[in-house]
């Protein structure tokens, strides 16, 4: 994000691997889609879009799979902790209290803004600035 940013700032091009917002991946799927003018053949650019909504689909994935509470695999690590503790208290004979996960609430609302500011910065960037893949 700090080079996203900083190459906003500057003259430099975007670095084609780095960070794009859904603006910039409909950018890139209307440059492929229009590099009919370049001879790419129909399979190269068919080949090409579906690369890119694979890539697109699979980022979503493992993002939505991270440990933080506003996403998926937040709410599966609170559930992993909750079994944990159920499974101590089994073994030690101790009584189970369900673990508070709206104390967690603070940080969630810490992620999410965090990600709102992310997604900003991203689409501010790709409207900017945006990407090319120079097809």
Known sequence: MVDLVNGLISNEPRDPAGLVSIIG??????EIAASDDLGLHLATRVASMLSLLASLNLALFVFNLLPLLPM???HVAAALWEGLKKIRARLTGAVFRPADTARL????YLMT???ISMAVLLIVTDLLKPLSIGL
């Open 25 to 30: 991946v409909g950018q890139l799927a209307v």
């Open 113 to 115: 803004l965090l990600l």
């Open 72 to 74: 998926d695999g937040g």
């Open 105 to 108: 609430t603070p940080l969630t």
